[in-house]
T-cell receptor, first 116, second 109 residues
């Protein structure tokens, strides 16, 4: 299957700092990537859809100025949590859609963010 | 609006005790129904894609089936290593995936 790499897997930061999470499709080109947030024992909450070369589309209630998404190439999307606060602590997961067929999603391993 | 409902929320089985997980959906123009397995602290792992009613796919002890309203994930003679959360998702005309809340499966030895 297709491989999506997400980095870092764990990050701890101080309140007020910014954190960048990278999502790479290793063996295919992904024009579309999705960023999710997952709370403990809850399902995936879609934050935004990232399209290569254009602005991301954010879901209702997601602050675009806090969660900056950049999809600069066909294999890389980044999520930057700006001025992080403890309530931003969560598990963030990216997925990339195969360009062929009906667009199966392949997920990264997730990034655990802890804001102190 | 696309909707996905998974049941049961949690399922405990004894090793070897076969069972099924349900995924009911409503979607405008189904393009695909997907099953994923998620282990704690990990991203979801792709299992199956089903495209049309009547389709079935198998992988080891897992078999996924699809009708026009629901999908089942059958687990035959499960082992403790099958313990995980199983997620169902649909993609319709919007191409935006909609996920269910998942079924947490625990298989006791």
């Amino acid at each position: 299957g297709a491989v999506v790499s997400q980095h870092p897997s764990r990050v701890i930061c101080k309140s007020g700092t910014s954190v960048k999470i990278e999502c790479r499709s290793l063996d295919f080109q992904a024009t579309t990537m999705f960023w999710y947030r997952q709370f403990p024992k809850k399902s995936l909450m879609l934050m935004a859809t990232s399209n290569e070369g254009s602005k991301a589309t954010y879901e209702q209630g997601v602050e675009k100025d806090k969660f900056l998404i950049n999809h600069a190439s066909l294999t890389l999307s980044t999520l930057t949590v700006t001025s992080a606060h403890p309530e931003d602590s969560s598990f963030y997961i990216c997925s990339a859609r195969l360009p062929s067929g009906n667009g199966e999603l392949f997920f990264g391993e997730g990034s655990r963010l802890t804001v102190l | 609006e696309d909707q996905v409902t998974q049941s049961p929320e949690a399922l405990r089985l004894q090793e070897g005790e076969s069972s099924s997980l349900n995924c009911s959906y409503t979607v405008s123009g189904l393009r695909g129904l997907f099953w994923y397995r998620q282990d704690p602290g990990k991203g979801p792992e792709f299992l199956f894609t089903l495209y049309s009613a009547g389709e079935e796919k198998e992988k080891e002890r897992l078999k996924a089936t699809l009708t026009k309203k629901e999908s089942f994930l059958h687990i035959t003679a499960p082992k403790p290593e099958d313990s995980a959360t199983y997620l169902c998702a649909v993609i319709g005309g919007s191409y935006i995936p909609t996920f269910g809340r998942g079924t947490s499966l625990i298989v006791h030895p």
